[in-house]
């Protein structure tokens, strides 16, 4: 179905983050994929190389919550 295809998590949520794209605001996002995201950047990225913070990560992490936040900005009726 339709919705089985959207929601598909291969390559990343591909078809799901299209389809947000084009819809605007205001929607509800699928939180699981943001959880995900985060989750596969704290497992796979070092927070810490040679005594120093990875800034790229911290980065990357801000980034997706503020994707996740711009979802608050409009008004739900």
């Known amino acids: 179905s339709h919705i089985e295809r ?8 591909a078809i799901y983050k299209e ?8 929607a509800i996002p ?3 994929r943001f959880l995900n995201e985060l ?7 070092q927070s ?4 120093l913070i990875n800034f790229l990560k911290r980065e990357t ?3 997706k919550i503020m994707e ?7 008004e739900y009726m």
Do not use: C, W
């Open 6 to 13: 959207v929601m598909d998590p291969s390559q990343n949520y």
């Open 19 to 26: 389809e947000m794209a084009k819809t605007g605001l205001p």
């Open 61 to 63: 992490i801000f980034a």
């Open 39 to 45: 989750s596969v950047l704290e497992e796979v990225h």
């Open 68 to 74: 996740l936040q711009k979802y608050q900005l409009e």
């Open 30 to 32: 699928f939180v699981g």
């Open 48 to 51: 810490r190389s040679g005594g």
